[in-house]
C-alpha cells in the first residue's frame, strides 16, 4: 500500500502565499509522477500541477506564474509554493501518485483564501 501524508493547508488572506508538503511512504517503488489537485465546492476535482520523477511539469492555466511545484531529491515528496492566493483557490487540495500504474490520493487539506 501507498501513504500520501499532505500537510500546509489553513486559512490565508488574498495576496497571501501557503506551501503544501505531501510525503509518499509506504510500497513506493516505481513511483513516478506526483501531482496536486483540487476541488471546490460543488465542482468537479481539477488538476493543478504534477512533475514527473524526471522534473518536468504541468500546470493548470490558473496556475501558472503563481503557483511552483517541486520534488525532493528521494522523489518521495512533493511540494506546492502557493503565491499571490485569490478567494477562488479556496478547497480542498489533494496530493496524487502514480506508483506501477495506480493512481493513489492523499486525504486532502483545506486551503481557505478570505480576508
Known amino acids: 500500500q501507498v501513504q500520501l501524508v499532505e500537510s500546509g493547508g489553513g486559512l490565508v488572506q488574498p495576496g497571501g502565499s501557503l506551501r503544501l508538503s505531501c510525503a509518499a511512504s509506504?510500497?513506493?517503488?516505481?513511483?513516478?509522477?506526483m501531482g496536486w489537485y483540487r476541488q471546490a465546492p460543488g465542482k468537479q476535482r481539477e488538476l493543478v500541477a504534477d512533475?514527473?520523477?524526471?522534473?518536468?511539469?504541468k500546470y493548470a492555466d490558473s496556475a501558472k506564474d503563481r503557483f511552483t511545484i517541486s520534488r525532493d531529491n528521494a522523489k518521495t515528496t512533493v511540494y506546492l509554493q502557493m503565491n499571490s492566493l485569490k478567494p477562488d483557490d479556496t478547497a480542498v487540495y489533494y496530493c496524487?501518485?502514480?506508483?506501477?500504474?495506480?493512481?493513489?490520493w492523499g486525504q486532502g487539506t483545506q486551503v481557505t483564501v478570505s480576508s
Open positions: 509506504g510500497s513506493i517503488f516505481g513511483i513516478n509522477t
Open positions: 496524487s501518485a502514480w506508483v506501477l500504474l495506480r493512481l493513489y
Open positions: 512533475i514527473t520523477s524526471g522534473g518536468s511539469t
